[in-house]
């Protein structure tokens, strides 16, 4: 793959951080603070105080660990399903893929395909055995008949490492965003980001976090048809009318009907896929979702609707691209930054003036569109969307990270299970503190750093390091504990170093010359996935130990529990 | 008390025909979604000129944009029909493997 099309993946995958492919100055990182918009302030402030109102009434009913973890296990699947769609549509699929579509046409659909294929595989393989087995985190599933520390321990790090690097790239996203859109200061975003995230975990837990992600989810949800529909109204819902326009007015022309630079090998095009489809199953803060409903039931009607929600909302996003193409070139003036030479705006040959790329970048195809179709107060509607995507989405990354630190190493490695629920909440409350002030530590230092190899390397770890495990040790009888943790480690390790021999880091992030990098290609996962599978299965195999033995004799009993749900920890969490 | 009921479901035929019945259709459909996406990735990486074909003459819309839509359509699809045939023929036959267990 060339350098201009691993900008494009990571346009689509990391946070607004692509080079200036696209359009010029696509990089959020270069642009200069925008002046103050006071509507899209007003209206985040509205959703600020509707949230903590609820992180308020959330707090009342936080009382124990179970509630902080799962909201005590009372959330309905449909409920669900919308926190797990506001826990994944984030700002960079939002505005990453409709720039990718502004830019490409086509090639934004293949993103979106790959961001949504993960799901069928969660709902068939993982959703109902999840339920049934864990209890707080997906650590529970995994150790479920293992040694205890060792799997926790491992699992644990797995939750951390992924968390980390996701969360980066979305305080990092979050600043550069909030700069732009808010004409605030990328330190006060940063910090703002990190202050109210802090107030929905620590008080509210899972509760308001899940009330968060609902009411983020509900509002993106009608923002997005609301473009949508202005769109395809204005062409009478035929789409044909709209590709026909937009091949008209692009630049690229009828280039932007098919695929372009997306996809050049097959080896990258499958490996990047892999990444998406099993890395989604892999989620740490994805999977503890789970837990929040009664039963499998619930947990199978949550993926249903998750599923339908995201999907629905790719569509959405490729339509707003396309609409994006149309509708602002009819105003360059108020959306395109001039092209200067000496001063002066350029003219081409056919004597029209010349113009660069976007008003702040490639990403703020879909901002700018909510402007042309609905004017400044949609604006400032889909401004606060932006940031409470932003929010939804690392209060929930936080929260599974301060479950793994509580739940996973403190109660279970550290206590050997003997901690009482108070003390476990405590240790909860203080590690989303900390994790808080790590968060706006990191978004700071990042501020300047290329971070768009982040959120798809969370996805490589967790499709390496953190299915496998989980795959194996519920699915297969003869996983044992050495196998799982070293197939984990194969996974995890492999995943980091492939990606920093990857051009994505050993170029873009490090400055080596262009075709300087050992590891040819854009994703490691099929190489790394593959070794943890490979390692989990010939040392299992190779484990004859009394410990093994113990742990494939309790395998048909968890299987009955996977299976039946017979068991299973029940809605109160107790 | 609980290993007997363990050992009651492993012994009842209903649950392994359960197991059997769900598992394979996952499979079925997960092996549906993979050749789906797995498919649409191949077409786009050898045969990029088909997937840019125009739909019909005089049309810009080409048939890579119906069939990638057409994914996230099938994606959508796919899982919510196991969600509906989990979440009914499943669960009851699952309800009545736990009633039997309990109730000897």
Same mark, same amino acid.
């Given at each position: 793959?060339?350098?201009?099309?691993?900008?494009?993946? $990571?346009?689509?995958?990391?946070?607004?951080? !692509?080079?200036?492919?696209?359009?010029?100055?696509?990089?959020?990182?270069?642009?200069?603070?925008?002046?103050?918009?006071?509507?899209?302030?007003?209206?985040?402030? %509205?959703? %600020?105080?509707?949230?903590?109102?609820?992180?308020?009434?959330?707090?009342?009913?936080?009382?124990?660990?179970?509630?902080?973890?799962?909201?005590?296990?009372?959330?309905?699947?449909?409920?669900?399903?919308?926190?797990?769609?506001?826990?994944?549509?984030?700002?960079?699929?939002?505005?990453?893929?409709?720039?990718?579509?502004?830019?490409?046409?086509?090639?934004?659909?293949?993103?979106?395909?790959?961001?949504?294929?993960?799901?069928?595989?969660?709902?068939?393989?993982?959703?109902?055995?999840?339920?049934?087995?864990?209890?707080?985190?997906? !650590?529970?599933?995994?150790?479920?008949?293992?040694?205890?520390?060792?799997?926790?321990?491992?699992?644990?790090?797995?939750?951390?490492?992924?968390?980390?690097?996701?969360?980066?790239?979305?305080?990092?996203?979050?600043?550069?965003?909030?700069?732009?859109?808010?004409? *605030?200061?990328?330190?006060?975003?940063?910090?703002?980001?990190?202050?109210?995230?802090?107030?929905?975990?620590?008080?509210?837990?899972?509760? !308001?976090?899940?009330?968060?992600?609902?009411?983020?989810?509900?509002?993106?949800?009608?923002?997005?048809?609301?473009?949508?529909?202005?769109?395809?109204?204005?062409?009478?819902?035929?789409?044909?009318?709209?590709?026909?326009?937009?091949?008209?007015?692009?630049?690229?022309?009828?280039?932007?009907? &098919?695929?372009?630079?997306?996809?050049?090998?097959?080896?990258?095009?499958?490996?990047?896929?892999?990444?998406?489809?099993?890395?989604?199953?892999?989620?740490?803060?994805?999977?503890?979702?789970?837990?929040?409903?009664?039963?499998?039931?619930?947990?199978?009607?949550?993926? $249903?609707?998750?599923?339908?929600?995201?999907?629905?909302?790719?569509?959405?996003?490729?339509?707003?691209?396309?609409?994006?193409? =149309?509708?602002?070139?009819?105003?360059?003036?108020?959306?395109?930054?001039?092209?200067?030479?000496?001063?002066?705006?350029?003219?081409?040959?056919?004597?029209?003036?010349?113009?660069?790329?976007?008003?702040?970048?490639?990403?703020?195809?879909?901002?700018?569109? &909510? /402007?042309?179709?609905?004017? /400044?107060?949609? *604006?400032?509607?889909?401004?606060?969307?932006?940031?409470?995507?932003?929010?939804? %989405?690392?209060?929930?990354?936080?929260?599974?990270?301060?479950?793994? =630190?509580?739940?996973?190493?403190?109660?279970?490695?550290?206590?050997?299970?003997?901690?009482?629920?108070?003390?476990?909440?405590?240790?909860?409350?203080?590690?989303?503190?900390? *994790?808080?002030?790590?968060?706006?530590?990191?978004?700071?230092?990042?501020?300047?750093? /290329?971070?768009?190899?982040?959120?798809?390397?969370?996805?490589?770890?967790?499709?390496?390091?953190?299915?496998?495990?989980?795959?194996?040790?519920?699915?297969?009888?003869?996983?044992?504990?050495?196998?799982?943790?070293?197939?984990?480690?194969?996974?995890?390790?492999?995943?980091?170093?492939?990606?920093?021999?990857?051009?994505?880091?050993?170029?873009? =992030?490090?400055?080596?010359?262009?075709?300087?990098?050992?590891?040819?290609?854009?994703?490691?996962?099929?190489?790394?996935?593959?070794?943890?599978?490979?390692?989990?299965?010939?040392?299992?195999?190779?484990? /004859?130990?009394?410990?093994?033995? *113990?742990?494939?004799?309790?395998?048909?009993?968890?299987?009955?529990?996977?299976?039946?749900?017979?068991?299973?920890?029940?809605?109160?969490?107790? | 008390?609980?290993?007997?009921?363990?050992?009651?479901?492993?012994?009842?035929?209903?649950?392994?025909?359960?197991?059997?019945?769900?598992?394979?259709?996952?499979?079925?459909?997960?092996?549906?979604?993979?050749?789906?996406?797995?498919?649409?990735?191949?077409?786009?990486?050898?045969?990029?000129?088909?997937?840019?074909?125009?739909?019909?003459?005089?049309?810009?819309?080409?048939?890579?944009?119906?069939?990638?839509?057409?994914?996230?359509?099938?994606?959508?699809?796919?899982?919510?029909?196991?969600?509906?045939?989990?979440?009914?023929?499943?669960?009851?036959?699952?309800?009545?493997?736990?009633?039997?267990?309990?109730?000897?």
């Amino acid at each position: 793959m060339t350098k201009s099309t691993r900008s494009l993946i $990571g346009l689509g995958l990391g946070l607004f951080a !692509a080079g200036g492919v696209l359009a010029a100055g696509a990089d959020l990182g270069n642009t200069t603070k925008q002046a103050t918009n006071w509507v899209a302030i007003a209206m985040f402030v %509205v959703f %600020v105080l509707i949230t903590l109102g609820i992180t308020r009434w959330a707090a009342m009913k936080t009382k124990t660990a179970a509630d902080f973890y799962t909201a005590g296990g009372g959330i309905t699947g449909f409920q669900n399903g919308l926190a797990i769609a506001g826990d994944y549509m984030s700002a960079a699929s939002f505005l990453g893929i409709s720039g990718l579509v502004f830019a490409n046409g086509f090639d934004g659909l293949i993103f979106s395909i790959g961001w949504l294929v993960g799901w069928p595989v969660i709902t068939f393989l993982m959703a109902e055995r999840l339920r049934n087995l864990g209890k707080f985190t997906f !650590a529970d599933v995994a150790s479920y008949r293992f040694a205890q520390t060792p799997t926790r321990t491992f699992a644990a790090i797995g939750t951390l490492v992924v968390v980390a690097f996701y969360m980066i790239a979305q305080m990092v996203g979050a600043g550069q965003l909030i700069k732009v859109l808010f004409g *605030l200061e990328y330190i006060y975003a940063v910090m703002i980001v990190g202050v109210l995230m802090m107030c929905y975990v620590l008080f509210g837990g899972m509760t !308001a976090t899940t009330w968060v992600q609902i009411i983020k989810a509900i509002m993106l949800l009608c923002g997005a048809s609301f473009m949508a529909l202005a769109v395809l109204w204005q062409f009478n819902f035929n789409p044909e009318a709209l590709f026909a326009k937009a091949v008209e007015v692009h630049s690229k022309h009828d280039a932007i009907m &098919s695929p372009g630079v997306l996809i050049k090998d097959p080896v990258s095009a499958i490996s990047v896929g892999m990444a998406l489809m099993f890395g989604t199953a892999g989620l740490p803060h994805i999977l503890m979702r789970f837990f929040t409903v009664p039963s499998a039931k619930d947990a199978r009607k949550s993926v $249903g609707w998750a599923t339908t929600w995201i999907g629905y909302f790719y569509i959405l996003t490729f339509i707003i691209g396309f609409g994006a193409i =149309v509708m602002l070139t009819q105003d360059p003036a108020a959306y395109y930054v001039p092209k200067m030479v000496d001063g002066v705006q350029a003219v081409g040959a056919d004597g029209k003036p010349v113009w660069d790329g976007l008003r702040g970048g490639g990403n703020m195809a879909a901002i700018h569109l &909510s /402007n042309a179709v609905g004017g /400044n107060v949609f *604006l400032g509607f889909i401004s606060a969307v932006a940031f409470a995507t932003i929010l939804a %989405v690392v209060s929930g990354l936080t929260l599974s990270g301060a479950s793994a =630190v509580s739940h996973d190493l403190y109660a279970t490695v550290f206590k050997h299970g003997n901690a009482d629920s108070a003390s476990e909440l405590r240790v909860s409350k203080i590690t989303t503190i900390f *994790l808080g002030i790590i968060a706006v530590g990191l978004g700071i230092a990042f501020e300047k750093e /290329n971070v768009a190899y982040m959120v798809m390397l969370a996805f490589v770890i967790a499709c390496s390091a953190n299915f496998p495990i989980l795959f194996m040790s519920v699915l297969w009888k003869d996983c044992t504990t050495k196998g799982a943790v070293a197939g984990g480690v194969v996974g995890l390790i492999s995943s980091v170093v492939l990606t920093i021999l990857s051009a994505s880091v050993w170029e873009a =992030v490090m400055h080596n010359p262009k075709g300087s990098a050992w590891f040819p290609y854009s994703s490691p996962a099929i190489f790394s996935m593959t070794a943890a599978f490979v390692v989990i299965y010939v040392v299992s195999k190779l484990d /004859n130990s009394k410990q093994a033995q *113990l742990e494939r004799s309790l395998y048909p009993a968890q299987k009955v529990r996977s299976e039946t749900g017979f068991g299973a920890s029940s809605a109160s969490g107790h | 008390m609980s290993e007997d009921i363990v050992a009651r479901i492993e012994a009842n035929p209903k649950y392994h025909e359960l197991v059997h019945k769900r598992n394979s259709f996952g499979i079925t459909l997960s092996i549906l979604m993979i050749i789906a996406y797995y498919g649409y990735i191949l077409l786009i990486a050898f045969n990029k000129e088909w997937l840019g074909t125009k739909l019909g003459a005089g049309m810009v819309t080409s048939v890579g944009i119906p069939l990638g839509v057409g994914v996230i359509v099938f994606t959508i699809i796919v899982t919510n029909i196991y969600v509906r045939r989990a979440n009914t023929e499943f669960d009851d036959l699952n309800a009545e493997i736990l009633r039997e267990a309990n109730k000897k």
